[in-house]
């Protein structure tokens, strides 16, 4: 089954975000508390931990499921299984037990899919939907509760979950209205700053309003006037109508009521004395020592007049944040979570809005719209990283469940970011932690030599030169007779020879792995620096010997060139016999001779020997960098070697990233 769009519940075009961190327990009924930790659940929503906000992991992801089960779905829980990160397979899963409603098979299926898409807040929905219907409401909420702390700012889940809250509540009971209103207030605390959030604040005022408790919704409104939301022109009018409608008694708080008719006093003359009225309206009290009918009735509609005209200077201040960034969110144009590929525009669109909002210098904004970022970008690495670096330097905890959420959930086999995450706890004292992490990654996705090489530098950086070498050791077996495992070979003679200064060590090493993978030009050249780098007076027969080993390896005629071009210069700088250096440069104008041949004959309609062609990952421009004349290069042997280097096409020294896996 193809991947679903927003109907089906891959997300929603109100621009939900992303979890935060807790326990996941789903169990308490959020809105006991007010506010948003940065990264963080919403609090009161149980215990802090180290994991995010999530799904409790279900019983059992993997493995047959018991044979209750019918065929149908053991068929489609293997596929899925089969390939996890295959969408698809999820989706049509899930589609099967809906249908068939299969409420223990639906459990174990949306569990299992949660763990791995939690972002999909329609099938938060389905799956509340489905305990309503063949379990129980209470089971319904946990669900709900479940998707809440996975995606706190899905507006749609709220507003969904509220209404479950308020359908299974009973409306005589005292606390029944502070659970709800608990909820709403959570539901801000988590959404509220969404630019997308009017639905849930107009629903709020509303259901205000129907209970009667007018202060309560101007209140909201307060609150709402200075929140850049898409719809904030439509509050400001039906704000002014609410004002308008009742009687400013009713409205406002006492203390402000006063303040606004003490204000009134003071700026005016006193209005005449009206003729006999009704009596106040509740809530609206005279002054001390003022009988009834001394209410003034006309002063209602300057009250009205200055609560408006008091606002209005607020309504123009949130305008002009809401035009800021109004193009930056008429480019968004997939706000919600899905698994095909984002376009550019709107992927640039993104960075260009998160730019724009760190350096409008407020922090929640800039973490609500990362998280907003994180449901459609959630798939995109560059996203996960830049917001970890942004809370980094501002919250240590936040910034860790950033890295949770990416690695345990969205970007499970990407190395980038599980580096970063490695590097992040070293900076942070926490070493155990960080080697759990590379070693964990590993063992999910062998292979890679950027892991193996940072789990052997985060060993070596903290003593620990043994197990260091040990790890090298390891790879270079476990990859023998392949190109990589000549490159362990080389990062292992390096570290035996600068770390633990022990050369002859090394030359076993390079010269062992030279044997078993005699054309390869890394390995000698590396065995030549390696020679090279000790004392040249004392070490010229092992120099010698790496020139000698790899003029008679089977290496290409280009790299045997360029090997002996470096024997002449190192005799001609170091060497200790006259007839060395002749007997070096006699063979080396042969070399030159035959290699002038070669390259005449393709003119003539022949072609090269495969076999003799320098292989395209054959490093032979390893030799570049070994300056055996110290400090400033002979200008002849410059031009010389220099003019040879490009003229072959030699690739630049150390290039090892062709060895690393592309994630």
Known sequence: MAAEGPEEGTGGTDGTGGAMDGDGDGGETPGRGGGEVPGGCPRGWGSRSRSRCRPPPPQALNGAPPPPFPPEFQRLWGAAQGSPHDFGAWTELLAYVEQEELLEAARRAFDAFFQRFPYCFGYWRKYAELERRLGSA?????????????????????????????????????????????????????????????????????????????????????????????????????????????????????????????????????????????????????????PPEAQEEPDQEKIRELVISMRQQIHAQNEAEVSKRWNFEDGIKRPYFHVKPLERAQ?????????????????????????????ACALYEEFWVKYTRYLESRTVPGARSVFQRACGFHLPRKPNIHLLWAAFEEKQGNVDEARRILRSFEAAVPGLAMVRLRRVSLERRHGRVAEAEALLLEAMRANEGLPLGSFYAVKLARQVCKVQKNLGKAREV?????????????????????????????????????FERALRS????????????????????????????????????????AHAARKRAPENGSEEPDDKRLRPDDPSGLLGPLNFSGGDPNPSYNYWYQHGYSTYGYQSPWGYSHYYGQS
């Open 138 to 290: 209470r089971r319904a909420q946990q669900v709900l509760e479940r998707g809440l702390q996975s995606i706190p700012l899905s507006l749609e889940l709220w507003l969904h979950y509220i209404g479950l809250l308020q359908s299974s509540l009973d409306p005589a009971r005292p606390e029944s209205a502070q659970r709800v209103r608990g909820a709403f207030e959570a539901a801000l605390a988590a959404a509220g700053m969404d630019f997308r959030s009017d639905k849930l604040w107009e629903s709020y005022v509303e259901w205000e309003r129907e209970r009667g408790d007018l202060r309560a919704v101007t209140a909201i409104y307060d609150r709402l006037l200075s929140m850049p939301t898409q719809l904030y022109s439509h509050h400001w009018e039906r704000f002014k109508e609410h004002v308008l409608q009742h009687p400013p008694g009713a409205i406002l708080s006492p203390e402000e009521l006063l303040w606004l008719r003490s204000k009134l006093g003071s700026g005016s003359e006193p209005a005449p004395k009206p003729p006999e009225g009704p009596e106040a309206p509740p809530g609206e009290e005279a002054p001390p020592g003022a």
């Open 347 to 375: 992927l640039r669109n993104w960075r260009e809005y998160l730019d724009f909002e760190v350096a409008a210098g407020s922090q929640e904004r800039s973490i609500v719209l990362f998280e907003r970022c994180l449901i």
């Open 510 to 546: 390079l010269v062992e792995a030279l044997e078993k993978d005699p054309d390869n030009a890394r390995l000698h050249a590396n065995l030549l620096e390696m020679e090279f780098g000790a004392d040249v007076g004392q070490n010229e027969g092992n120099t010698m010997s790496c």
């Open 554 to 593: 089977p290496l290409p005629d280009e790299a045997k060139l360029l090997f002996s071009q470096r024997r002449v210069e190192f005799l001609e700088d170091f060497g200790s016999s006259i007839h060395s250096l002749l007997k070096a440069y006699d063979e080396h104008q042969k070399i030159l001779k």
